[in-house]
């Protein structure tokens, strides 16, 4: 009666790669999702720039002064 309701007692070999293929899908998704996390977790915080970064990204392009630059450079 409980035979037709455990679908690896029969099947041998099939069954086996079945399993195989289940386990190697599994560590797949757990690997993936686990460099998703760390990787999430790292990206932000080098992404974000200060204040002082962008001011010093258009002080290098020439869009302000010296004296602009130092006089924001105070306020900030």
Partial sequence: M?????????GGISSMMFMGIFWIILLVVVLFLTGKFFSHKQNPSSDKE????VLQKEYAKGNISESEYLERKTHL
Avoid: M, S
């Fill in 50 to 53: 200060t204040p002082l970064d």
């Fill in 2 to 10: 409980y035979d037709c309701l455990n679908l690896f007692n029969r």
